[in-house]
DNA sequence: CATGCATGGTAGCGACTCGAAACCTTTATT
DNA sequence: AATAAAGGTTTCGAGTCGCTACCATGCATG
C-alpha cells in the first residue's frame, strides 16, 4: 500500500496555508486580504482574455458575486483600474494601476516561496511542476472547471513564424510573452477529441 | 532564466484554491466553512501531542483567537470533543466525536484530489512529495513557524526494537501507527540523510 | 423588429472569518 | 509570595462569501 498520494495532498495542502499565510502578511499594511493580494498578482499573469471578474472568480474559485465586492474594494483603494469592453459592453476589464503595481513591488508577496526553492536542484522542480501540472489537468477534467493554461500546449495555439503567434479561438496575434501568461481559453490539445461548440 | 520555481509556485496556489473550493463543497450541506472541514481533517491525522488549539492554529496559520472561534462552533455542532488535559490544565485537548467522524466519512473531502492523482505514477509522486517537502522545510525554517512533520526524520524518534519506539523529548512510548501521524514537536535530524520508508 | 432568454456584472443579506487586544486561569520563575 | 509566562477565551470591527434578486447588454428566434 503507497500512501504517497495522501502525503502529496498534505503536503500541498500545507503549503497552500503558509501561502494563504504569507499573502496575508504581505497585505496587512495595506489592510488588504490574502485574496486581493491574490487577486493582484493574478492580474500580472493574465492574457487579455482573462483580466475579467469572471476569469478571475473561476481562477480563484469564487463566485462572481463574492468577486463582484473584492473588486469593487481594490477599485476604491486605487489599485486596479476598470474599463469597459470596446465589443461587448457587458464585459469589464482590469488591470493593475500603477500604485498596484507599486505595492505588489514593495511587499513583494511571492519572495518567500522563490528563497524557499533555492536549494532544489531545477531539475527536481520541473519534476514536481510535472506531476503537479498533470494532477492539476485532471482534477481540473474531473471538476469541469476552467483549465487555465498557457498557450504552448493549448490547442488554438497557431504558429505563424519564428516569432509570431495567433490565437485560432479569438484569431489575435499575440506577442513572445503574452503566450506565457494564464488564458482561461485554454483547451488541452487532446489526442483525438470531443470537441466543444 | 528559469522560470520552474515560478510556475510551481503558480501550480500549488491554484491547487491550493482548488482544494479550498473542494472542502467548501464538502461542508456545504453542514454549513461548515473550509477551515472547519480542514480543522476535522487534521484531527484525524495529529498524533497526541499535536491535538491542540495551539498545535492547529500553527498548523492551519492562524491566530488562537480565531481558532478558539472555530472550535466553539464546531463544538456546538457536535463534531468534536474538547477536554482538559491531566499534567497541565491550561491545555484543552480535542477529539473528533462520532459524528465527526461520520461526517467526514460521508462527506469525503479528500476523495476528488484521490481521484486526480490516479494516473501519476508512485515514482514520480514521490519525487514531488520530495521536492516539496524539502520547499516546506526550507520555508518553515526561514520564518520560524513549527516543523509538523512525523517520527521519521525527527531528531527526538528511538526506537526500542522491531516495533516499539519511543518519543525521546516527550519520554513516552509509541505506537507504529503513531509514528506516522502529524507533531507539532518535530525537529529535523541534523546533518544526517533523509530517507523514506 | 419584438420577444425571450442567456450572459457579465452588481446590490443586499446574513452567517462566518480573522487579527488585535484585553482578559482569565494555570503553571513557571524568582 | 510576587511576578511573569503560557494556553485559551472573549470582544470588536472590517471583510469574505454564497445566495438570491436584480440590471444591463447581447444574441437568438420568429
Redesign the pocket.
Known amino acids: 500500500m503507497d500512501k504517497s498520494p495522501e502525503v502529496l495532498l498534505e503536503l500541498v495542502e500545507r503549503l497552500g496555508n503558509l501561502l494563504?499565510?504569507e499573502f496575508?502578511r504581505a497585505g496587512?499594511d495595506e489592510?488588504?486580504?490574502?485574496?486581493?493580494v491574490q487577486a493582484l498578482v493574478y492580474l500580472t499573469r493574465a492574457n487579455r482574455y482573462s483580466n475579467?471578474?469572471?476569469?478571475m472568480?473561476e481562477y480563484?474559485?469564487?463566485?462572481?458575486?463574492?468577486?463582484?465586492?473584492?473588486?469593487?474594494?481594490l477599485?476604491r483603494r486605487g489599485l486596479i483600474e476598470?474599463y469597459q469592453?470596446d465589443?461587448?459592453?457587458?464585459?469589464?476589464?482590469?488591470r493593475l494601476s500603477t500604485s498596484g503595481e507599486q505595492f505588489l513591488y514593495d511587499a513583494q508577496p511571492q519572495s518567500a516561496w522563490q528563497h524557499a526553492t533555492r536549494n532544489i536542484s531545477p531539475n527536481r522542480i520541473r519534476n514536481a511542476v510535472s506531476a503537479l501540472r498533470e494532477t492539476l489537468t485532471t482534477f481540473q477534467a474531473d471538476n469541469e472547471g476552467q483549465p487555465f493554461g498557457s498557450c504552448s500546449g493549448c490547442r488554438h495555439f497557431e504558429r505563424l513564424s519564428a516569432r509570431a503567434f495567433r490565437c485560432g479561438l479569438m484569431g489575435d496575434r499575440l506577442s513572445g510573452p503574452e503566450t506565457r501568461k494564464i488564458c482561461w481559453l485554454y483547451e488541452e490539445k487532446g489526442g483525438g477529441s470531443d470537441d466543444e461548440e
Do not use: E, I
Open positions: 494563504r499565510s496575508r496587512a489592510q488588504l486580504q490574502p485574496v486581493h475579467t471578474p469572471q476569469a472568480a480563484l474559485g469564487l463566485t462572481k458575486g463574492t468577486m463582484s465586492q473584492s473588486l469593487l474594494l477599485d476598470r469592453d465589443l461587448d459592453r457587458r464585459v469589464v476589464r482590469l
